[in-house]
């Protein structure tokens, strides 16, 4: 079966940073994203990483390995607005996503 | 309108009934999806279309019907609604239906009794 595990909810400090993990079992491999969710909003595209390596955008950078299925999203000065859940998925064989249920961040001042 | 709309944001409906949910479109993207979100679970998918006049079943796409008469628009029809069906529904695009990017709209509420 096809399975993307993340952890449920991570607790950080503002200014600080944080690393959400994200690890892979898919049928095939043509990408991974990271989306940004706030409470009772739509995902927000944040980064997608199809080769391996770290890539950056401002203070969010997201890290693939595809011989270990792993993917990490790496948030650096962290602010409240950044309190929400962070979804990771997999566009599989073909080219379906498929979704982690989502890690939850929760950032106190 | 910019992106994607979604209507209505949200919905009471009772058991039995039939209900369509409205997704509209304008930024020209071929592909179309329909997810549900329930709490603890991953977005699923329920039903896509790549392109105008192709419709294709996602994960769990049991009680739910699409059309995609042309570009913009993408409904989904619960002819039948039961309880189970209560969950958050996104509708998303993206400019192929291959690896590219998909864009949420803002969601629709459901609640079935």
């Known amino acids: 079966g096809q399975n993307i595990d993340q952890p449920t909810e991570m607790t950080a400090t503002e200014g600080a940073i944080v690393q959400i993990n994200c690890t892979y079992q898919t049928s095939g491999f043509n990408g991974l994203f990271w989306y940004q969710q706030h409470a009772g909003e739509a995902p927000t595209f944040l980064s997608y990483n199809v080769l391996d390596g770290l890539e950056e955008k401002g203070r969010f950078s997201s890290f693939l390995s595809r011989s270990k299925g792993y993917s990490y999203l790496l948030l650096k000065e962290l602010q409240m607005k950044d309190s929400a859940s962070y979804l990771c998925?997999?566009?599989?064989?073909?080219?379906?996503?498929?979704w982690g249920a989502g890690t939850k961040l929760i950032i106190k001042p | 309108i910019a992106g994607i709309t979604q209507a209505p944001t949200s919905q009471i409906l009772a058991a039995g009934r039939r209900m369509t949910l409205r997704c509209t479109q304008d930024m020209r993207h071929n592909a179309m999806y329909w997810y549900r979100q329930d709490l603890g679970l991953g977005l699923r998918l329920i039903h896509y279309?790549?392109?105008?006049?192709?419709?294709g079943k996602g994960e769990v796409p049991d009680g739910y019907s699409v059309s995609r008469a042309n570009t913009d628009d993408f409904p989904l029809t619960l002819a039948s609604a039961v309880p189970s069906q209560t969950s958050v529904y996104f509708c998303?695009?993206?400019?192929?239906?291959?690896?590219?990017?998909?864009?949420f709209g803002p969601g629709t509420r459901l609640t079935v009794l």
């Open positions: 998303a695009s993206s400019k192929a239906g291959e690896g590219d990017t998909q864009y």
């Open positions: 998925a997999v566009m599989d064989s073909n080219y379906q996503l498929i």
């Open positions: 279309s790549n392109t105008a006049g192709t419709t």
